[in-house]
């Protein structure tokens, strides 16, 4: 977790002199709001103070992070040792509440690039959710800045600390972090303050668990339009099939794909790698294809299976999880020239094979043509990919 810095009350006081402990008890009684940073070769340590409460902390090493009254303990300790540095930064209570919140926070998504997601575009989604409450921590390239954005009943706030200004909050701060995640790049970490979700009954219960949990509250409509039209074949279902009938078994065909792929892609980058660049992927089609949106948690795909809540036909199920997969590919693909024209290689062999495989059960959904379209890379995405378009 990177911090922001807030005003300067004390900077660079050495450990030598300062008792942290004895420091945290007078910020304590003087109602102190704001943070105090503790840092050694190799070592961070941040205290959030709310009117004189603590209201979380984090200690972070290379290898471990802790937070709560496990981080105190931990930096209560190394602050005894010499060659430490402490300082003492005031920022609104707002702040304070928002940076306590990444620490206790669920995290939604990590290390979304900006190459790959539009901050004012991912703000405004989040700010559509009214009953919850959003923290997005945003590290500019090259060290330039570190951010918090924070959303409560649907309004955005936020401090940025630019590596060589004044620290900025407000409006100042969200201009300032869109500007530089536009001019220079940044990565974005989303948290979520944990509610309790209410679920629907699933229909029946099963011998064997499903790798598909299908929750439905409503009837399909059928005189609804079908969501996507076809690129050339890519995902063309033609026999009139049950909705219900035709979801579950391709989502669990479509969770292998995806196997496959993360798979291919591993090889290389890690599967956190391919996470990655699946989510963006998700983002970058859910205005067209809601049900990928990863913040409307019907969609998930973790540990080589899909996991889906929501009521879609099997077409546009398809269709969007294909553009998904396509925009993942070609981010994968585009990023070191040859190795990536390798990699896409890979992804468009495992795929074949897996197609040669199971040859019955992909035409039955018509689904050739989809595999082939999501490890067709061509140059025009290096600009941008061209997907489906709804009708």
Request: net charge negative; no cysteine; charged share 25%.
């Amino acid at each position: 977790m990177r911090v922001p810095k807030g005003k300067p009350v004390h900077e660079n006081l050495g450990t030598s002199y300062v008792k942290v402990g004895a420091l945290l008890a007078d910020l304590q009684v003087r109602q102190f709001t704001g943070s105090v940073h503790i840092a050694f070769r190799g070592y961070d340590a941040n205290v959030f103070i709310d009117a004189g409460s603590i209201i979380g902390a984090v200690e972070q090493t290379e290898t471990t992070v802790r937070t709560g009254s496990d981080a105190i303990d931990g930096l209560l300790v190394r602050s005894e040792h010499r060659d430490g540095l402490v300082s003492i930064y005031e920022h609104a209570a707002a702040t304070v509440e928002a940076l306590a919140g990444i620490v206790d926070g669920q995290p939604v998504y990590e290390g979304l690039s900006s190459d790959f997601t539009d901050l004012d575009k991912l703000i405004r989604k989040l700010a559509l959710d009214r009953h919850a409450v959003w923290y997005v921590e945003v590290v500019a390239t090259e060290d330039l800045g570190v951010g918090v954005i924070y959303i409560h009943g649907g309004q955005p706030d936020g401090i940025y600390a630019p590596f060589d200004g004044s620290t900025l909050s407000g409006q100042a701060a969200l201009k300032a972090m869109l500007e530089v995640s536009d001019a220079f790049g940044a990565v974005f970490n989303v948290y979520s303050v944990p509610v309790d979700i209410p679920v629907a009954a699933v229909a029946e219960p099963v011998m064997d668990p499903p790798k598909l949990s299908i929750v439905r509250t409503g009837g399909a409509d059928e005189s609804a339009p079908v969501a996507a039209k076809m690129i050339g074949d890519a995902v063309a279902i033609e026999r009139p099939v049950a909705n219900e009938e035709a979801i579950s078994p391709l989502v669990l065909l479509l969770s292998d794909v995806v196997s496959t792929i993360e798979e291919a892609v591993g090889a290389r980058d890690g599967a956190n790698g391919f996470a990655i660049e699946l989510r963006a992927g998700q983002l970058e089609v859910a205005e067209r294809f809601p049900f990928l949106d990863p913040f409307a948690a019907e969609f998930e795909y973790h540990a080589g299976e899909i996991a889906f809540v929501g009521n879609v036909d099997p077409e546009e199920f398809a269709a969007g999880l294909a553009e998904a997969l396509h925009v993942a590919v070609a981010g994968l693909s585009r990023r070191d020239g040859i190795e990536g024209d390798r990699l896409r290689q890979r992804v468009s062999e495992a795929l074949t094979r897996l197609y040669d495989e199971r040859k019955p059960e992909f035409d039955a959904f018509g689904l050739e043509g989809m595999l082939a379209f999501i490890a067709d890379v061509d140059e025009a995405d290096a600009e941008a990919v061209e997907t489906v378009e709804h009708g």
